[in-house]
C-alpha cells in the first residue's frame, strides 16, 4: 500500500468511527502502563507513543506526571480526537502527524511504544526502514505490541504480520536486548478476542574495543 493510500485509510477509519467501533480501543492501557512502570522512568523521561491515534495511553502518562510526551499517527483526525478529549492537557503533548516510515526525529527518546503499527509494515524493507529509525532515536526502551501467531491475520481490512517472541527478538538482535515478552488478550468493543505479543527491550551500550 502507497503512503497516500495508507493515510486515506486511517484518515478515513478515523474520520468515520467512533472508539467503541474499532477494535483497538482499550478503557485502559494496563499491559502497556505496566511495561513502562517497569523502567523506573523519571517523569521528565522522553516517551513517544507511535501510531499513538486517539489511544487513551497518554491520558494516563499525563496523569502520572510523565511531562515529555510524544504521540505520533499518520492520521490527523485520529490526533484531533485525542486533543479534543484532552482539552487543555493536550497542550502538554507533542504532536506528530507523520507515517512512520517518514518520521525522520530530531531528537532521542527514552522510550518508543508501539501497540500495533509495526505489525502493518508486511514488506521487507518497510521492516527495514522502521528499525533503522528505531536505531537512531531510541537510546532507552522499546516496547513493542504486535498480533501473536494465534492473533487475526487481518486488521481493519489490511494485512498484519503476526510475530512470536523469537522472531521480534531476532528483528531487533542488532542494538536491543530482550528485557520480556508476554502475551495478552485483548477484549475489543465488540466482545471478541485478539492475542498481542508485547515485548520490551534495552538499547545495547555500544562501547569501544
Known sequence: MMKS??????ETVYETKN???????????QTSLE?????GLKKTAKIIDVGGGDSKLVDFLLDEGFENISVLDISSAALEKAKNRLGEKANKVNWIVSDILEFEPNNTFDVWHDRATFHFLTATDQIKKYMKT??????GFLIIGTFSQNGPKKCSGLEIKQYDEEMLTAELKDGFDKIKCATENHLTPFGTSQNFLFCSFKRQILTCK
Open 35 to 39: 511495561f513502562i512502570h517497569s523502567f
Open 5 to 10: 493510500d495508507r493515510k486515506k485509510h486511517w
Open 19 to 29: 472508539p467503541d467501533q474499532v477494535s483497538w480501543t482499550q478503557e485502559i492501557p
Open 134 to 139: 528505531v536505531r537512531k532515536s531510541v537510546n
